[in-house]
């Protein structure tokens, strides 16, 4: 067992999640804090009104809104983007306590409307700006690197309203003025980011990573050109800011495998994987893939991609590769014998040879060790895991324990994935930031009794609780593997 000696061991969150002060010294809404809390049957809601008055409230997967659609904050909905875990005045308290767990780095998300509030300023907000300076420097302060998201789920909402946010050129240069203002303010501080969190979600609806309130094919296909040709810009104007800086993309990473070995079943597999793909495709390689031009081809539809566009996409290639990690599926052409099984943003078939999570994700670290020589193997880059783990129902107990014993199993067996594909496969793997290393609202649900954390925050789903930070057992026990780096798990 050998980690490399400057392994980047740490925790992940995004700002949306973590944060609250949802409208705090001058911050525009964003699109997460019009998504209403769901439950596990019941799905989560955007919230908007139509020019008739009528509020409406349409599911965030399937959302496909009138064009005289405004979304914003309603009463009698709850929003949990909105306190959320209270990062916002914590933060202090809580990088203390990754510092002292001994974390090399932190994940987490600039809110861009907390920089621009609507997106369609020409000045920044500074109290934001401020906001993340402090947060920086107390990461710094602690030998702490931060790990930046440019857009993790929350587009300004103003530019949905506005022009109806990715669907339209314009906002390329919103967000490029965006990442202008913090790349130069953050220099020096920031060094590692990354594009937009889990850009190939954008294939299931644009709700989530994009504030496009549809899920038409042809605009979700403009919309991802979009993103891909502001991810390329931003990579090279983060380039130009600071020549220390590395820049990554995010996809979310759906290991599947074919349900059999029926040769149908492997090109069904094979077309999923693509679907994970096609974005770190062009963002890694620097164009469109083959096989997705023709599939858009075959769905007639026209990107319109111009030589001036490639060129761009050529030469914002990212430097290094990062991804979200938490489960495998199976892929069948169809199969009436198979149940079905649910996961991050996907839907497969369920694998007899594993177990699922309480919200029914299969746990799979091998499908890690699979996953990391995949995507080394493909673009021969250096990777980062930066989102891994299991939501769990954890009991805060008398005296202040929380035997998170689940944490603890799953986080081992997939280090131990990593640490093969290391030194027996020779990945290069840069570091590895577990998710909600404190706990957080979730993103599919806005739950907080789906916990991820080595510390427990008790805040619950009805909004009780006075948001006190108490450590897990799994907070010990990773202190121990990073001072260890990785060799005692
Ligand atoms: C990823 C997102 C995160 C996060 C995580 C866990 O898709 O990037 O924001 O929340 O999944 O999902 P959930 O919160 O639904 O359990």
């Known amino acids: 067992m050998s980690f490399p000696k400057d392994f980047l061991w740490g925790g992940a969150v995004a700002a949306n999640q973590y944060e609250g002060g949802w409208d705090a010294e001058g911050k525009g809404l964003s699109t997460a804090d019009v998504v209403t809390r769901g439950s596990r049957s019941q799905a989560r809601y955007v919230t908007y009104q139509t020019a008739d008055g009528v509020v409406h409230a349409d599911e965030m997967f399937t959302l496909n809104t009138p064009d005289d659609a405004k979304f914003g904050v309603f009463e009698g909905f709850d929003y949990p983007s909105h306190e959320a875990v209270d990062g916002y005045h914590r933060f202090k308290e809580d990088i203390a306590l990754f510092a002292q767990m001994g974390f090399k780095t932190f994940r987490t998300s600039i809110n861009w409307a907390r920089i621009f509030p609507t997106g369609l300023e020409t000045e920044p907000n500074e109290a934001g700006l401020k906001f993340y300076d402090e947060l920086f420097d107390e990461c710094n302060k602690h030998g702490i690197k931060p790990l930046v998201t440019l857009s993790h789920y929350e587009t300004p909402l103003g530019l949905t309203n506005a022009w109806g946010s990715w669907n339209d050129p314009r906002t390329i240069e919103a967000f490029l003025r965006y990442v202008k203002v913090v790349g130069e303010r953050y220099k020096g501080k920031v060094e590692y980011w990354l594009t937009f969190n889990e850009i190939n979600t954008l294939g299931h609806g644009g709700w989530m990573g994009a504030g496009v ?130 996961g991050n943003m996907s839907m497969g078939f369920k694998n007899p040879y594993l177990k699922a999570s309480d919200w029914g994700w299969q746990i799979d670290p091998t499908g890690l060790r699979y996953s990391l020589n995949v995507l080394y193997d493909r673009y021969q880059k250096p990777l980062m895991i930066v989102e891994n783990g299991v939501g769990t129902q954890d009991e ?38 577990p998710w909600g290393c404190i706990d957080l609202v979730s993103a599919s649900t806005g739950e907080m009794h789906k916990r991820y954390g080595f510390i427990y925050v008790d805040y619950q789903d ?28």
């Open 396 to 433: 805060l107990e008398e005296g202040d324990v929380v035997h998170d014993g689940a944490h603890i199993d799953y986080l081992r067996d997939h280090i131990k994935a990593m640490d093969q594909a290391i030194n027996e496969d020779g990945v290069e793997l840069w570091g590895y930031t």
């Open 462 to 489: 009805d909004g009780t609780g006075e948001g006190r930070r108490i450590k897990k057992d799994s907070f010990d026990w990773y202190k121990n593997v990073i001072a260890t780096n990785g060799d005692d798990l």
């Open 213 to 342: 309130p549809s899920t038409d094919p042809q605009k979700l296909a403009m919309t991802a050109k979009h993103q891909l040709l502001a991810s390329a810009k931003a990579v090279e104007l983060l380039h130009a800011i600071d020549a220390n800086n590395k820049v990554g993309n995010m996809i979310a990473f759906m290991t599947y495998y074919p349900l059999t070995c029926n040769p149908d079943d492997i090109m069904a597999c094979w077309s999923e994987m693509n679907s994970n793909f096609f974005y770190c495709d062009v963002q890694a390689r620097g164009y469109y893939p083959a096989y997705k031009l023709k599939e858009y081809e075959r769905e007639g539809i026209d990107i319109h991609l111009t030589d001036e566009e490639k060129e761009t996409l050529k030469n914002g290639t990212v430097d290094f590769i990062s991804f979200s990690y938490y489960m495998s599926n199976c892929a069948a052409k169809q199969s009436d014998a198979a149940e079905t099984s649910i």
